[in-house]
């Protein structure tokens, strides 16, 4: 009999040792609080996991989050050397070493005298991670220089693909794809109530409750479902902190974000039917709120609840001296097709470019999407 999807990431993961978690650049609350739980759960199966993001900055409101500081954002050091030995059974040959001239000397005094450099093998094809689990990632080149950089490991290394976005490629050894879920958090959940539910604790609860909540806009998305709403209550009898959730979500964001939030209201402007908005911030806006540009999501999505009938949204932004351009829609538009000439990152509905054209281009381009 064939195993189901779960069964298949349960296997996997119990042939793992070292496995890496990796989520992509234009990333969310759901996939770092879906990436932390499974991290924790790998952790709970003996297993040493390592979280990846491509030039991650943890967004203040998710440093409550238990190991939140340990994402990486980088994917350095990623092979390791092996040097064998061939020995006898029962030496066991003396090793030490000294460092001399910007050169290792291993010194071995073997108890066999006739060990010579025949007894020695170099191995240098072994990787410090023998699975890759993508979660909310719906190609590889979403992971930027994570993946650029390392083409040979993601083609050599088995790949878990978890997402619940149609417009994930099935890139995967393993696929999870389930679009009918509200999160990842939800489909982490799921593989954790189908393998062993006695594996959910309190930081794992409140890991996917906090994704849960951040990616439904605390239950108000169209997403919900009775199964999410279901969910949700078990988590809290697992013993997640909704509380403390809602406290770092929503009522502490940080002054610099609010201010920031401020000047892109003060300078929005919207079409005539109020169904493109747009609004410029600039480095100083940057420097006077003491935001960063992560931030600028927050403030789409609160335009976008304080105007709904916003369709689509553009945030010229600088930084560095680059001009980009931020867009978000609320329609069911690929983004990435529409603007593929401008090479974005991020995902269906929402990417990132560097803007080397004027406002006025972009802007003529969303009309004609309308």
Known sequence: MSLNQHQQLYEAIQSSNTPLIAFKQEHNGDVIAASLALAELLRKMDKKATIVSPDFELPHSYQFLAQSNTIQSRLDNLKKLIISLDIIDGQHPEIDYKIEKNKMHIHVNPTNSNFSKQNISITDNHYNHDLII?????????????YEKNTDFFYNVPIVNIDHSPDNEHYGHINIINIASSSVSEIIYDFIEQTDANLLDETIATYLLTGMIEKTKSFKTPAITPKS???????????????????NLYQMQTVGALRLWGRVLLSLKTDDLQKIAWAEVNEQDFRETNALPQDLVGAIDELIASVPTIELTAIFYKKNEQAYCLLKSEKNLDLRVHFAALEPTGNRTLIKFPLNTGNEVVLEKLKQLL
């Open 229 to 247: 709403l279901s969910i949700a209550s078990q988590l809290m009898a697992a013993g997640a902190q909704r509380e403390s959730i809602v406290k």
């Open 134 to 146: 993508t979660v909310n990632t719906p190609d590889l080149e979403s992971l930027s220089h994570v």
